[in-house]
């Protein structure tokens, strides 16, 4: 007598009810992942506040700095997918968050004191003075500067700023004093 063989398949076996155990692991892993993007949604808030503690305290820092700009920082929401519609016709979007969207520098004209040195310089409105630094161009609004002889050329003046920037523009022949519209 011969045997038959039959084979299993997936579709032939009977389907296993998960035990106790496997359900609850199941569970509890969604559970931690859960626990994981609310704790997620947490720390990025406090790293964008932390980030404002920052340009607040540079902010504060810099109050006496000579045209300083002050910082302001802006946040946005941070969304996890796409919005859904629901029967009723809300619209539901789950928040991911909050980060930093930038940080923006007040350019509004600062307080421009009278000095009696001829040669310091203040600019209202827009715009930058190039000076050259360690062979380096940069752009300032501090004009604190002092009419003095340039250091690549004795016979030559230069507006130099207490850093040792110079403004650049041009040079004055030695003994020749500004013309007042100039400086």
Request: proline share 5%; no cysteine.
């Amino acid at each position: 007598a011969e045997k038959e063989t039959t084979i299993a398949t997936a579709a032939t076996r009977p389907a296993k009810k998960k035990t106790y155990k496997q359900r609850t692991a199941k569970q509890a892993t969604r559970s931690s992942n859960m626990i994981t993007a609310t704790l997620n949604i947490g720390v990025s808030g406090l790293m964008a506040q932390s980030r404002k503690m920052n340009v607040i305290g540079d902010n504060i820092a810099n109050s006496n700095t000579i045209a300083y700009k002050a910082g302001n920082v802006s946040f946005r929401d941070l969304f996890a997918g796409r919005p859904s519609t629901m029967a009723n016709g809300v619209t539901n979007q789950h928040g991911n968050g909050v980060a930093v969207s930038r940080i923006t520098n007040n350019w509004d004209n600062g307080v421009v004191e009278q000095t009696n040195n001829p040669s310091n310089l203040a600019i209202e409105g827009d715009g930058l003075m190039p000076v050259s630094f360690a062979g380096e161009t940069l752009w300032s609004r501090v004009g604190d500067f002092s009419l003095v002889p340039d250091p690549a050329d004795a016979t030559q003046f230069v507006l130099m700023a207490p850093s040792g920037a110079i403004l650049q523009g041009g040079t004055l022949a030695a003994g020749t004093p500004p013309a007042p519209d100039t400086v």
